[in-house]
């Protein structure tokens, strides 16, 4: 608990950005970071408009692509369709 709030504490105040994003959505910048440069896709869809607006705030479109976030699942299996075809040339 003490290193979760000298955590945030320090991301807050060294960070130098206005937006900073700690705590697990941090630690998920680092894996789709790692998806990303792996060749591979994320895809996210539903997320509640509060988490939405952070990600918005935070550029998370930057690290996903903004077309892989999406707003329903079904948008979301459109475009897992369409990476399909661009990986597979169907």
Do not use: K, W
Not at 27 to 38: D, G, L, N, P
Not at 56 to 68: I, L
């Amino acid at each position: 608990m003490y290193c979760a709030i000298v955590a945030g504490f320090l991301i807050s105040a060294l960070g130098g950005s206005r937006c900073q994003v700690g705590g697990p959505t941090g630690a998920f910048v680092v894996v789709v970071s790692q998806i990303h440069r792996s060749g591979r896709e994320l895809i996210l869809c539903g997320a509640l408009p509060q988490p939405a607006a952070l990600m918005e705030q935070a550029e998370f479109h930057e690290h996903v692509g903004g077309r892989n976030i999406c707003p329903s699942i079904e948008a979301a299996l459109e475009r897992a369709a369409e990476i399909h075809d661009i990986v597979f040339g169907e």
